[in-house]
């Protein structure tokens, strides 16, 4: 047995080292930019440093042996001259410990993705019984994609499906808009009527007089209280605004990964009754989850947009490194303070709010080891079909090295829902990291 998902538990065998070696050998016609170091194909073994040349002879079958063991990487490359994969690879395949497949040219093909991450996601994938489930991981600072995971009966791939309401997800535009715009607070007090998740043509107007029940903007954003949001966008923000912030934090563009990302689209409307639930999360908004982990990593990249990318490094058949993915930014969608006031606040949900019950479980005794900010979502939407569920995170506040992104449509059990496999998933991703 080769290196394979758990190959950071398995001995490198022989077989593995000549494939190795074997790939050094191919014709590799891709032209990339340069980059300045080799690719070593020798490995340690329990008896020691062993050479790989003795192991692939010039034998033209075993050479087609060892091809057929590589993934292929559907690689190809833009007008600009930058690597594209034209999907997601099927990190079916590794070489030196590491998720890797051939391009068509034969160059060799490096992937970010973390083996025990991915292994981990999918084991969570598997284990649920909804017919609809997407998880994505990333690091914030640099937009390297470390996991992603997902299974659907309706949609190719959902990890980038583009018709799934973004609902209370996009609060966070709101808050943003909220604290940038009209001078908001965490702690500014906002009154409303009618129930936390009440927002119909009876309550949605402001009215003084019977505006009786109050919730900071914090708490609102943590407890996912939707008249709040409603009032802000009518008394302090507007349709254009609205639309702007949206746009700022990667809706109606594209995020420039390194594979085809389809834009998340935004359509924010100018009657008010309209204005008030597009603001609270009810509006005509989808978003991909590669652009939901992309979307919380902004928040935890002191307001910059990540790159998301999938490739890390590709190598020509001289072992050469002729690529190296690089971290690039999209974009700024909100100022450093502003981002900072957002991931604070996002931390009311695991503390008080809508994810409380897996956060401040009596097995944490005080709490989750790390502060953690998230954010939560629930609509029902029509492809696919069901009840839509989201669960971002970033962990650990005080700097961030994961960002994680679970939708999970109609979850059939407790151990099926977002905020129970993102809890899961931050363990497993920052004893890993």
């Known amino acids: 047995m080769t290196y394979c998902r758990r190959m950071n538990r398995l001995k490198p065998s022989r077989a593995c ?51 057929s063991k590589l993934s292929a990487a559907p690689l ?24 890797s497949g051939r391009a068509p040219g034969g160059d060799l093909v490096f992937y970010t993705v973390q083996p025990e991450l991915q292994e981990y996601a999918e084991t969570l994938v598997r284990s649920t019984r909804s017919h609809h489930v997407a998880i994505a991981l990333m690091d914030p600072q640099t937009g390297r994609i470390l996991a992603v995971a997902g299974k659907s009966k309706s949609v ?11 609902a209370s997800l996009f609060k966070v535009v709101t808050a943003a808009a909220a604290l940038e715009r009209a001078s908001y607070s965490p702690l500014s007090k906002v009154y409303y009527r009618g129930g936390p998740y009440t927002l119909e043509r009876w309550n949605y107007l402001p009215d003084p007089k019977r505006d009786r029940i109050s919730m900071t903007l914090a708490e609102a954003l943590g407890k996912s209280c ?55 999360g009810f509006g005509k908004v989808y978003m991909t989850p590669i652009h939901a982990v992309t979307f919380m990593s902004t928040v935890a990249n002191e307001g910059l947009i990540p ?51 897996e956060f401040m479980r009596s097995k944490y005794r005080s709490g989750f080891p790390v502060p953690v900010a998230a954010k939560t979502g629930t609509l029902r939407g029509t492809n696919p079909k069901g009840l839509n569920q989201w669960f971002i995170a970033a962990a650990p506040i005080s700097n961030p090295k994961i960002a994680v992104a679970i939708l999970v449509v109609d979850p059939a059990n407790s151990s099926s829902k977002p ?12 004893k890993t990291l």
Do not use: C
């Not at 790939?23 to 690719?39: D, F, K, Q, R």
């Not at 007008?79 to 030196?96: D, R, Y």
């Not at 924010?268 to 609270?280: D, G």
């Open 76 to 99: 190809i490359m833009t007008p600009a001259g930058q690597p594209e994969l034209l999907s997601f690879p099927e990190f079916s395949s590794s070489v030196a410990g590491r998720f």
């Open 226 to 280: 939707n008249p709040v949001f409603g009032r802000i966008a009518l008394k302090h923000l507007s349709a254009p605004v609205l639309q702007q912030y949206a746009r700022s934090f990667g809706f109606n563009q594209p995020l420039r990964a390194d594979f085809q990302l389809p834009a998340s689209s935004a359509t924010i409307p100018s009657s008010a009754y309209e204005l008030s639930r597009t603001a609270a």
């Open 156 to 166: 190719p791939n959902p990890l980038l499906h583009d018709a799934v309401p973004a």
């Open 307 to 357: 790159r998301p990318h999938l490739i890390d490094e590709i190598y020509d058949s001289k072992g050469r490194q002729i690529y190296k993915g690089r971290t690039a930014v999209v974009g700024r969608a909100v100022n450093p303070r502003t981002a900072s006031t957002l991931l604070d606040m996002m931390r009311y949900t695991t503390t008080v709010g809508t994810s409380r019950s």
């Open 419 to 430: 905020s129970r496999m993102g809890r899961q998933l931050i363990e497993r991703a920052l």
């Open 17 to 67: 080292w000549a494939l190795t070696a074997l790939l050094a050998l191919l014709p590799g016609t891709n032209s990339y930019a340069a980059g300045p170091e080799s690719l070593s194909f020798r490995a340690t073994t329990q008896q020691g440093r062993v050479s790989t040349s003795g192991l692939i002879q010039n034998s033209s079958a075993l050479r087609a042996s060892m091809q």
